[in-house]
């Protein structure tokens, strides 16, 4: 079975610009969670969708959103874009029952 | 407001080494503990689920164990091997489950041929 598959990998963003990161869940997983992880620190906890709703959001500005579509894959969008956005974007989707959580290979988000 | 510490935070041990990596969180009131292993610019890789009615949980060389009214749990790694080397992070979900994950900063580990 496929693991949760994240896209694009690599991205390089200009100040300013906007961004899309993309995110499919394991199969049968219902809820999908974004975070944000720099440089010798643990990932932050972005957004968390179950069954197309948001169902919690960290402390993070405006300039993020996020949605889920019918087949409960989900985009992270990032306005506005500034150099401390750049980090590790990581999406995470999880079992209803057990609630472990699987990680993607995560999206390198470098502002310049 | 949950905190998770885990120390230390970086350590380096000869090959076949037995150790320890230790995880703190402040709110006792969890739902499970995740330990992940997470090599360089990767993403992470569940190891390790503790329910908070369990006590530890075992696969391989692996065996975490949780106190949950005391806030502390352990990653013990059996005979450490170079391909062991990586950052270990754990993290815990509060109430319900269905609950965003809170992290520690991670401890990096290397283990030296």
């Known amino acids: 079975d496929a693991g949760v598959t994240q896209s694009p990998t690599h991205l390089i963003k200009t100040r300013g610009q906007h961004v899309t990161l993309r995110c499919s869940p394991i199969s049968g997983h219902k809820s999908v969670s974004w975070y944000q992880q720099v440089l010798g620190q643990g990932p932050q906890f972005i957004f968390q969708y179950y069954e197309k709703e948001e169902r919690g959001r960290g402390n993070f500005p405006d300039r993020f959103s996020a949605r889920q579509f019918p087949n409960y894959s989900s985009e992270l969008n990032v306005n506005a874009l500034l150099l401390g956005d750049s980090a590790l974007y990581l999406c995470?989707?999880?079992?209803?029952?057990?609630?472990?959580?699987?990680f993607g290979q995560g999206t390198r988000l470098t502002v310049v | 407001k949950q905190e998770v510490t885990q120390i230390p935070a970086a350590l380096s041990v000869p090959e076949g080494e037995n150790l320890v990596l230790n995880c703190s969180f402040t709110d006792s009131a969890i739902y499970n503990l995740q330990w992940f292993r997470q090599d360089p610019g990767k993403g992470l890789t569940s190891l390790l689920l503790i329910q908070s009615s369990q006590r530890e949980q075992t696969s391989g060389r692996l065996n975490a164990s949780l106190d949950k009214s005391s806030g502390r749990s352990t990653l013990y790694i059996a005979a450490s091997q170079p391909g062991d080397s990586a950052t270990y992070l754990c993290?815990?979900?509060?109430?319900?489950?269905?609950?965003?994950?809170?992290f520690g900063k991670g401890t990096r580990l290397s283990v030296i041929a």
């Open positions: 993290a815990v979900a509060r109430n319900s489950g269905n609950t965003p994950l809170v």
């Open positions: 995470a989707s999880s079992h209803t029952g057990t609630y472990e959580a699987f």
